[in-house]
């Protein structure tokens, strides 16, 4: 006798806090799915088209599938539905629960028999799946979870016309298609429980930051604040600052850091807006200077600080680690993210040991803190980040430093490739999206802790009282670039001798809105002599100034001529400056001349001075 038999052929599971789907598998059938997103563009985004085709192949000949159920989370804007089976149309029933939206149906004539297929077809719209931030596409999809022996497939179907490249992908698709109707990505059984990509290879963001900064003290002092810095995967473009600060400075870790001056007891609020952009790939521009500056960088970058220890109670914890994937994959699997202590005014950070001690207590930086902590011990040059993760979902993609909403999260330097890598234990841990072998464009930097694990401060923490100091939301404005190089004037003397050398400083400042990168200053002259005629910047910030010191001498001797001294920076001339050249013998004659001259009058006068006398 044949047994009809009930399957629960999807369910959207939680996974940490996104939901994934989730199929319970019989040993008496075989269930081979594909979902096919299909895009269109819309007045309010991108609406999505989404079909789900199912096969399910009967293994016994006395067991068939009767029923099928899928379950959706309420925030998923399901509408449009329709399904059919082999036999056509089929009407499903839906009913709701506190979380969930489930549909459930039924075969109108399932096919029975060993080997037998039955198919479903299931199509609906779904408004919010693809989402429209800034200049990227974004999404993330769920994916069956222990498939078993099935095949699962999807294809993401591009709307026709578009240009959009797929820059991140977790996991990679296997392979990308342009068709007669657009752009195809496919991935076939997919190993994670998410697949999140992005279309679109950079993402600007529009930011605006306040610094409450005050001298509580009975003297003037310098005190500053950290302006987000360019990175690898970061350039800012500076729209406007309240008030100029009095000196800037980049520090050992590559922060922007502003000083400003205060009086005793005095207090000042700076505004700053800019324009943040992030990239996929690292800025060609950066490389360089980021493998030469590691020399440096490495004599810290592997000691232990206060919040980067690990006692030796729990050093066995991670001896058996030689990776910096084995570390990173003993954290988010170690720690758990605890939603409860955002809500907490005094918020403790508890530092690598605290984290190992109190495993279910963790935030973001908990997660970074043992990460760098770890790596450091294993011979791993590791730092924190700390900024801001733009996140549409707080509890998918929480952000949980003190004060205002900000994030942090972990690099480590990779020795073979020269640079330095983002990885992301925590929004790992609560959304199940692989932030190990790539990353997004929705971390934005804002402080570098290489060197101290607490300083500087990132924007977002410099309060008076509770207020809100950080506000970024992505945008489509391309941002003004102001490329702006200035030379102050150098003390040229009008005359120089041909038998001495002389000295200046050229003080070369950003005047511009963005960092310049490798700036080429060129020291032409004719007739005189220069102990260097071409150096190159590596960088300045806005606002930052070099000074390159410039020994100078006559080019040819005993002949009196006139000199020329040219500066050009970055290809635009700054200074053309004229220089008359006296021979030695020439200037001492002419100094002699003068002390002669001098005496004679002292002579003269003295004489008519003692002859008056007389006279009187």
């Known amino acids: 006798m044949l047994k009809r038999f009930f399957i629960l052929i999807f369910s959207f599971a939680l996974f940490s806090i996104f939901p994934a789907l989730f199929i319970v598998h019989a040993a008496d059938f075989r269930s081979d799915y594909q979902v096919t997103y299909n895009l269109s563009p819309s007045q309010n985004g991108l609406n999505t088209h989404v079909n789900f085709q199912i096969k399910i192949t009967n293994l016994r000949s006395d067991i068939y599938v009767n ?108 392979s990308v298609t342009n068709l007669p109707s657009g752009r195809q990505i496919i991935w076939n059984n997919p190993p994670t429980k998410t697949i999140y990509a992005v279309f679109g290879d950079n993402q600007i963001y529009q930011t605006e930051l306040t610094y409450h900064i005050s001298n509580p003290k009975l003297i003037p002092v310098l005190t500053e604040i950290a302006i987000p810095p360019d990175t690898l995967y970061q350039k800012i473009y500076l729209k406007s600052l309240s008030e100029i600060p009095d000196s800037v400075y980049r520090d050992e870790d590559g922060n922007f850091m502003a000083r400003y001056y205060l009086n005793p007891r005095e207090s000042k609020i700076i505004d700053l807006q800019l324009f943040i952009k992030t990239f996929s790939k690292p800025r060609p521009e950066v490389v360089a200077y980021t493998s030469s500056e590691i020399a440096n960088e490495q004599k810290y970058l592997l000691s232990a600080q206060k919040y980067w220890q690990i006692s030796d109670t729990n050093l066995s914890r991670i001896s058996g680690f030689k990776t910096v994937e084995d570390i990173y994959n003993f954290v988010i699997g170690d720690l758990k993210y605890n939603y409860s202590r955002l809500n907490q005014n005094d918020n403790i950070r508890l530092g690598a040991d605290g984290a190992l001690n109190h495993p279910d207590q963790a935030v973001c930086v908990e997660f970074t803190d043992l990460f760098v902590a770890a790596a450091r011990e294993k011979g791993i040059m590791a730092r924190e980040i700390e900024g801001y993760g733009y996140t549409q979902d707080p509890q998918l993609r929480p952000l949980s430093l003190s004060s205002d909403i900000l994030h942090s999260w972990p690099e480590y330097y990779n020795p073979k490739t020269k640079l330095w890598v983002s990885v992301d234990p925590t929004w790992q841990n609560t959304s199940g999206i692989d932030y190990f072998s790539s990353f997004d464009l929705n971390h934005i930097v804002f402080a570098i802790h290489g060197k101290h694990s607490d300083y500087p401060l990132p924007a977002g923490m410099y309060k008076f009282e509770k207020s809100h100091d950080v506000l970024v939301k992505p945008t489509t404005i391309m941002p003004p670039e102001k490329q702006k190089l200035s030379l102050s004037d150098p003390q040229f003397p009008q005359t120089i001798a041909d038998n001495q ?116």
């Open 67 to 174: 029923k099928f159920s899928i379950s959706f989370p309420k925030n998923f804007l399901i509408h449009n539905l329709s399904a059919t089976d082999d036999n056509g149309p089929i009407t499903p029933t839906i009913t709701f629960e506190d979380s969930s939206t489930n549909i459930n149906m039924e075969f109108s004539k399932p096919n029975t028999g060993r080997n037998s297929v039955n198919n479903f077809n299931l199509n609906f719209d779904q408004d919010n799946l693809f989402q429209i931030n800034g200049s990227i596409w974004e999404v993330i999809l769920p994916t069956i979870e222990n498939k078993g022996d099935s095949n699962y497939r999807i294809i993401v179907n591009l709307p026709p016309g578009s240009d959009r490249e797929i820059s991140i992908a977790k996991p990679v698709p296997d």
């Open 501 to 616: 050398s002389y000295q200046t400083k050229l003080v070369i400042k950003n005047d511009g809105n963005m960092y310049a990168w490798n700036i080429p200053v060129e020291i032409d002259s004719a007739n005189v002599k220069l102990n260097k005629s071409r150096i190159t910047i590596p960088i300045l910030a806005p606002y930052e100034q070099k000074e390159i010191p410039l020994e100078y001498s006559a080019a040819v001797k005993n002949k009196q001529q006139n000199g020329q001294i040219m500066i050009t920076v970055n290809g635009n001339s700054l200074l053309n400056t004229s220089i008359t050249i006296i021979p030695y013998y020439y200037d001492l004659s002419l100094k002699i001349a003068s002390m002669i001259l001098v005496l004679a009058i002292l002579i003269i006068a003295f004489r008519i001075f003692r002859n008056r006398r007389k006279v009187v």
